[in-house]
């Protein structure tokens, strides 16, 4: 009999978990991968909408064309999850798993910092994003302020590149003398698992005008006004904000959360319940939330099923990632993370250039291709 494997969304985690397993098994493969979305959009292709270079329709990619040997893909939502019984419910019925993968991601918990919705706008959500597009090309001046609203959120140098492209975008439009950016962020330094690309976005921030608050956090926002943790005012014109991040309400619900995120045996990824395991955003690794970190976590998982399937070795989790930065104006930098193969973390920084554009091109058109065919 084969082994029923459940993967919960079809994200960077739960795509690559599949398309691991199915490249192991083929036909032998027995996958059911649930998402509630029509297609995938990566994350940084948000700033690029955001800004008017794209448009989802543009980017986005059809789940219609993840189709794998052994893998079966179904549209529906997810309503609740036993883990110890290894029964999901969705919209569309019930599915029953002897491995049961949970790849959420981080949902936006938009209530948390009252005013956001009302008074300033998020870039972090496809909605979002596409809302901006149509919003910024009417913005004409006035105090801008990019804040973040919570800790951990998704790849953390995101609002950064949000900060240098935006100042991209005012300068090609004649108006960046009529506008002062502030950008409030409650980490230590903009990209703290790498001090040379913290170095350099600082540098970039001095070079461009940007005013940058760490350690802050922004609580609340009120008409024009943003309220920091401190107590601090900042008035603005436009505000472009980063939700505080949340495990989905179905994850939370079913009681695998403790502090927020689901704990999980960080070498294996394994929660409290046997064959259960939670992936990427929503696992709460210490590790920046990022695609490239669920990957890696996917890599790990695919091998502890292989292992109980038919013997193979279990790879334990790596904790590896590239951050990869857009600084707005043809160049980017990233910098590969190594957090868990090592006594320490490893980082290997590559400065901003015109040749790591090439590189981020490489990654998308690698993901493109391995997950979607093209
Ligand atoms: C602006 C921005 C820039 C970024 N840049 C990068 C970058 O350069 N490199 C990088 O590696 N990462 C980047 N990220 C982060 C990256 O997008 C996330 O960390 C990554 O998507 C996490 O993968 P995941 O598999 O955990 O979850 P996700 O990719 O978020 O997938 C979760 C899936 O679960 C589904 N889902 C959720 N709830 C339900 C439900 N109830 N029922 C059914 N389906 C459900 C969702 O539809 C989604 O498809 C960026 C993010 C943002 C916002």
Known sequence: MKSRVLILGAGFGGMELATLLSEALGEKADVTVIDKRDRFVFGYSRIDVMFGKTTLDEVGLSYASFIKPGIRLVKETITSIDAEAKRVTTDGGTYEADYLVIALGADYDMEATPGLTAHGNEFYSDEGADRLRTLLPGFTGGPIVVGICGFPYKCPPGPSECALTLHHYLTERGIREDCDITFVSPLSSPMPASAEMAQAL?????????????????????????????????????????????????????????????????????????????????????????????????RSVSTSILAKLSGANVERNTGTGTCIVEYGDGRVSYAELDFLTGPKLEAIYHPPSIAGKTFKQGFDDTRRDRWFNR
Do not use: C
Not at 206 to 216: C, P
Not at 235 to 251: E, R
Not at 260 to 288: C, N
């Open 202 to 298: 600082m540098n970039s921030f001095e070079e461009f005008g940007i005013r940058l608050l760490r350690q802050r956090t922004v609580v609340r926002l009120e008409p024009s006004m943003a309220v920091l943790d401190d107590g601090t005012e900042l008035p603005f014109s436009l505000f472009l904000g980063v939700p505080k991040h949340q495990p989905p309400k179905v994850v939370i619900e079913s009681g695998l959360t403790e502090d927020d995120w689901v704990p999980i045996d960080l070498p294996t990824l394994e929660t409290r319940f046997t064959d259960v395991y939670a992936i990427g955003d929503m696992a709460a690794t210490g590790l920046p939330k990022s695609g490239t970190f669920a990957e890696s976590a996917a």
